[in-house]
Nanobody, 127 residues
């Protein structure tokens, strides 16, 4: 059975940092792109970052570029989302998901692109 588990969320003050982890069991993350999504209250879920199978395939949405970084620890079967200079606008539930297209940017939606999802971890940025 495949399972993705996010961890590392919590309450942080504006300007602070958090590192989220996405750890898998039942499959090897090294073979997948890993998308990081977030959903804020009352808003649609959005993909903010993607950890490619190779570094050059990774990308970040404009709203987080320069503040968020993705990395992998293949020995631990884990992908990380390092978040710095957090602001209240970053408050959301964060999810990771496997991307069978390896973070390739497409102009149209691809059915069943994101096959496995974690349960999400809450990030709250507040003073």
């Amino acid at each position: 059975q495949v399972q993705l588990v996010e961890s590392g969320g919590g309450l942080v003050q504006p300007g602070g940092s958090l590192r989220l982890s996405c750890t898998a069991s039942g499959l090897t993350l090294e073979g997948y792109g890993i998308g990081w999504f977030r959903q804020a209250p009352g808003k649609e879920r959005e993909e903010i970052s993607c950890a490619g199978r190779i570094d050059r395939m990774s990308w970040h949405r404009d709203s987080v570029r320069g503040r968020f970084l993705v990395s992998r620890d293949n020995d631990r079967n884990t992908v990380f989302l390092q978040m710095t200079n957090l602001g209240p606008e970053d408050t959301a539930v964060y999810f990771c998901a496997t991307d069978r297209l390896g973070c390739v940017v497409m102009t149209s939606t691809v059915p069943d692109r994101y096959e496995y999802w974690g349960q999400g971890t809450q990030v709250t940025v507040s003073s």
